[in-house]
């Protein structure tokens, strides 16, 4: 036993370590020069700060509409949410602006699972967004299927009919030794800053070595074996997380393996959204620890069998889908556009709070600021809340392509990212009138996390601008700049056709390791003081663009 005074010691001592190990975790806050409180950003800051409506407009779009899988019914009743919360905060033309067709839509009537033999364990599982589902409750043998080759998937042949089928070796589950949570240190933020110009890096073909184009080629050919085979479900384990975290998304096709999607006449993939989609094999996924408990309990020679009740409606009356857009008209710039948004579609096992609800109200919040204070700007201010973005930034790529322009033929998978692996002579640029009318386009599509600065997206011409722009966040950790590009947001849509598009940097927090695509991404994993901040600075530097004499500098892009 410790004497007091030992005690006492010990107390202080560590009470002394954590708050210098919380202090470490910090970004070293840069005093910020005094500004006027009427300046136009000073409002914002405190308008922002101390009468924000962002999780506000959050929890209505995470925890009472819910998932919002495009398509569904959820993500056009947030649709029209969101119209109707800009309409009334005094916005102009809100309206639904159609893009399509998609395709089905899907939603989740009803689902358990659990092991029903030989004793009763309830199960941590969520299907896979587009499967079909099951006729009644499903009460079938479970098979473990450990096939590493196609030989090993021969000792299964005419076993599968009607059974639950656990479709791959059991993986590992590794302790966690590092924080699921994470804010950018000095370290990171520096190399952000000091990153090469994209321009400078030389284009690669996508390279597939030998061992990932036999890997992939056996799992499409093992897929195709589960469906020839008669199975009734087959059950993945999380590919990612663990305690009880399952990271979901859509149900796979079967379908002939294509190395290279974007090589030129390679076909279509086949999408489970699609109208004529072919019958696939009911599909979902199971936390791996029990995933990885019914494997061994099958491999020590129990008969397992799983209940699996699996009720689904797709809906096909709406091929269509919708981006919600609404301005702030301008002034004398009023025919020159400053755009903003986030996107609005989610997957399904969370509620999108995310990915990419906290995209969808900053933005929305950025605009009620600016509302409420009655900044009048010059240029319109157009928010676009977007669709179909976790299919491949369709609703995005589609409104660029009806509204300023396109590459090559004009299709919506001609608009990638330049710099993606193209070989040959870059696609011919197709304007529209407006092309030479917008200005720039400010995203936010990396979680809950503070916006530490901006990726540049090889626009240096663009660096002293934001750098001032930034100058009265520097207290709030807001001031890295990197000419790097950064990819997977609405913001490529623009910048592939060479207008100014940009993502925000933003704080790690537990993106990746815990609610990106996950049952986790729900409002109790949202940071309000970083969408309070996310939202001032937004509000602030949209503004700040829409004030400009001239438009924000563009990249070169091939001669029209």
Known sequence: MLRRSAIVATFFFAILFQTLAVCAQQPTPQPSPARDPNDPIERIKNEGMNRSQVMQILGYLSDVIGPRLTGSPNLKRANEWTRDKLTEWGLQNAHLEAWGPFGRGWTLKSFSAQVSEPQDIPLIAYPKAWSPGLNGTLNADVIYVDARDEAGLEKFRGKLKGAI???????????????????????????????????????????????????????????????????????????????????????LVQQPFIENPFAPGAPRRLQPWDKDAPKIVPQIVMAVEHYNRIARMIQAGEKVKMAVNLAVEFQDKDPMAYNTVAEIPGTDLKDQVVMLGGHMDSWHSGTGATDNGAGVATAMEAVRILQALKLQPRRTIR?????????????????????????????????????????????????????????????????????????????????????????????????????????????????AIGLPGFQFIQDEIEYDTRTHHSNQDVFDRVQADDMKQNAVIMAAFIYQAAMMDEKIPRKAMPAR
């Open 383 to 495: 928010v676009a809340l977007w669709s179909g973005e976790e299919q491949g930034l369709y609703g995005s790529r589609n409104y660029v392509i009806q509204h300023f322009g396109s590459l090559g033929d004009g299709s919506v998978d001609a608009l990638r990212v330049i710099g993606g692996g193209q070989q040959g002579p870059p696609p011919k640029l197709n304007t529209k009138p407006d092309y030479d009318k917008f200005d720039v386009y400010f995203n936010l599509d990396n979680g809950t996390g503070r916006i530490r600065g901006v990726y540049l997206q090889g626009n240096e011409a663009v660096r002293p601008l934001f750098r001032r722009w930034l100058m009265p966040f520097r207290d709030m950790g807001a001031e890295t700049l990197s000419i790097s590009n950064t990819g997977g947001t609405d913001h490529l849509s623009f910048d």
């Open 165 to 251: 089928v656990l479709t791959t070796p059991m993986p590992e589950v590794k302790a966690h030794f590092e924080p699921l949570g994470t804010r950018r240190d000095e370290k990171n933020l520096l190399v952000l800053a000091d990153a090469p110009d994209p321009a400078t890096i030389a284009r690669r073909p996508p390279q597939v070595n030998p061992q990932q184009r036999a890997d992939a080629m056996f799992q499409a050919k093992k897929f195709q074996f589960f469906a020839d085979e008669g199975a009734a479900l087959l059950v993945d384990p999380s590919r990612r997380g663990d305690g009880g975290t399952i990271f979901v998304q859509s149900a």
